[in-house]
């Protein structure tokens, strides 16, 4: 079974400064990881994808993460934080080798952006 | 565009009432997945379905019914036998499994 654990379920940081959201995950096989940002009633939109190529990722508004299998992590950053980024954001796993493609989402991690 | 609709954006429902939450997608991709979204649970998944015709309870399918009887659509009923069907609910769908695509969500509330 996999499972994923984001910590901190509010993260708040000042405008300019760096963002950090952590996301660790379980899984038995090697994993496709995701991360989706989600503002207020809206659907989610995927930030960034690692499908086990390069493991540090660029996504979209400046973001990436890097995979780490050794710590089993796959944390979200950006340099340099803008209002505009204020959102959830929701890290997930899916099995690599399934057939399914069924995702598994953390609990989220608001994010809120001080000016 | 390609994407996926979901409708209504809000829905009331009352006591004992069946209400169904249309979802329809025109990115020609073979699997759907319908999402469940309360304060901080995240998302958890109701059903999902690989191919037409098909489909398959997720983690919290009680008081939930789907079909799936055309590639583009695939409607959720939240039945009365739901107890506690306020929430946020997703739809979604994927080809190869390499992201989804989700609509913009519908909103159910209990009145």
């Not at chain 1, 963002?19 to 940002?37: A, E, G, Q």
């Not at chain 1, 989600?38 to 508004?61: D, E, F």
């Not at chain 1, 780490?68 to 979200?76: C, I, P, Q, R, V």
Request: aromatic share 12%.
């Amino acid at each position: 079974a996999q499972s994923v654990t984001q910590l901190g379920s509010h993260v708040s940081v000042s405008e300019g400064a760096l963002v950090l959201l952590r996301c660790n995950y379980s899984s038995s096989v090697p994993p496709y990881l995701f991360w989706y940002v989600q503002y207020p009633n809206q659907g989610l939109q995927l930030l960034l994808k690692y499908t086990s190529a390069a493991t540090l990722v660029k996504g979209i508004n400046g973001f990436e993460a890097e995979f780490k299998k050794s710590e089993t992590s796959f944390h979200l950053t950006k340099p340099s934080a803008h209002m505009s980024d204020a959102a959830e954001y929701f890290c997930a796993v899916s099995d690599s080798g399934g057939s399914n493609y069924k995702l598994t989402f953390g609990k989220g991690t608001l994010l809120t952006v001080n000016p | 565009d390609g994407g996926i609709t979901q409708s209504p954006k809000y829905l009331f429902r009352k006591e004992g009432q069946n209400v169904t939450l249309s979802c329809e997608q025109n990115l020609n991709h073979d699997a759907m997945y319908w999402y469940r979204q309360d304060p901080g649970q995240g998302l958890r998944l109701i059903y999902y379905s690989q191919i037409v015709n098909d489909f398959q309870k997720g983690d919290i399918a009680e008081g939930y019914s789907v079909s799936r009887e055309k590639k583009e659509s695939f409607p959720l009923t939240v039945t009365s036998a739901q107890k506690n069907p306020t929430a946020f609910y997703l739809c979604a769908s994927t080809e190869g499994g390499l992201g989804y695509t989700f609509g913009s969500g519908t909103r159910l509330t209990v009145v």
